[in-house]
C-alpha cells in the first residue's frame, strides 16, 4: 500500500484531534461551565424541584425491606464535629451539610439537607441531601472533591455512608440506586441525589437505611 504525504496529514491530524478530545474530556464539565455560566443556577432550581414537599411515607416496592426495628440513637461523642456533616468513604465526600430554604445558596456552599423532611435524630421522613455534581467555576479542586456529589454515580447497593449530627455519628446501607426525574421511595431513611448530566432533568439517586 502506498502512502502519499496528504495521507500521513489526514492521520496525523485525525490522530491530535482524537488525542485532543480525550485529553479534554475530564474538563468538559468545567468547560462547559465557563462557556454557559448561568448553568449552575439552573441546575440549582432543578434540584431544588426534585423533591416532593407533600410527599409522605410509602409502601412502594423496594429492593429490600425498610428495616422493623429502628437502631437506637448512637451515643454523643464529644470528640466528633460539632458541625453536621456528610462521610462517603469511598468516593471521598466529606462535607459540611447545610441548613436552610434559600437552595440557591446553600447549594453553592455544598451539601444541603431538603427542609421539612428528617433529620436522622428523627426518622418519621427519609433525610434527604442533594449537592451540586460539578459544582460551580469558583470552587476549587480539593472543595469540589470533598463537597459535591461527581462520584455519587459510583456508589452500588451495600456501600456505607456516614453522618455526623449534633456529635452523633450515624450509619446507613445502600439498598437502592437509581435514575429518574423524582424521588420513587420516601419510606428509605436517607436519600441522596444529584444531576446526572450537565442540564438535564435526570437526576441520580442513592436510597440507604439506617444500621
Not at 480525550?22 to 468547560?31: G, I, N, R, Y
Not at 446553600?106 to 421522613?125: A, C, H, M, Y
Not at 429518574?180 to 431513611?189: E, H, P, Q
Not at 441522596?192 to 441520580?204: E, G, H, M
Amino acid at each position: 500500500m502506498r502512502f502519499t504525504k496528504r495521507s500521513f496529514v489526514t492521520i496525523g491530524v485525525t490522530f491530535w484531534l482524537s488525542a485532543t478530545i480525550l485529553a479534554l474530556l475530564p474538563s468538559w464539565p468545567h468547560l462547559y461551565y465557563r462557556l454557559f455560566p448561568q448553568t449552575s443556577g439552573i441546575l440549582a432550581s432543578t434540584i431544588a424541584s426534585t423533591v416532593s414537599v407533600d410527599a409522605t411515607p410509602t409502601s412502594l416496592p423496594s429492593p429490600t425491606p425498610t428495616p422493623a426495628v429502628i437502631p437506637p440513637l448512637p451515643d454523643i461523642d464529644p470528640s466528633l464535629p460539632k458541625e453536621n456533616g456528610l462521610l462517603i468513604d469511598k468516593i471521598g465526600v466529606k462535607g459540611e451539610i447545610h441548613e436552610g430554604s434559600d437552595w440557591e445558596e446553600i447549594l453553592k456552599q455544598g451539601v444541603w439537607r431538603v427542609p421539612d423532611f428528617g433529620t436522622p435524630e428523627d426518622n418519621s421522613r427519609p433525610v434527604i441531601l442533594a449537592a451540586h455534581r460539578w459544582g460551580y467555576l469558583n470552587w476549587s479542586a480539593a472543595f469540589r472533591k470533598l463537597n459535591s456529589f461527581y462520584s455519587l454515580p459510583d456508589l452500588v447497593a451495600g456501600d456505607t455512608i456516614k453522618i455526623i449530627w449534633n456529635q452523633r455519628q450515624y450509619e446507613y446501607k445502600i439498598y437502592s440506586v437509581s435514575s429518574g426525574t423524582k424521588i420513587t421511595d420516601y419510606s428509605t431513611d436517607l436519600i441522596l441525589y444529584t444531576c446526572q448530566l450537565w442540564n438535564s432533568p435526570v437526576r441520580f439517586f442513592v436510597y440507604a437505611n439506617r444500621i
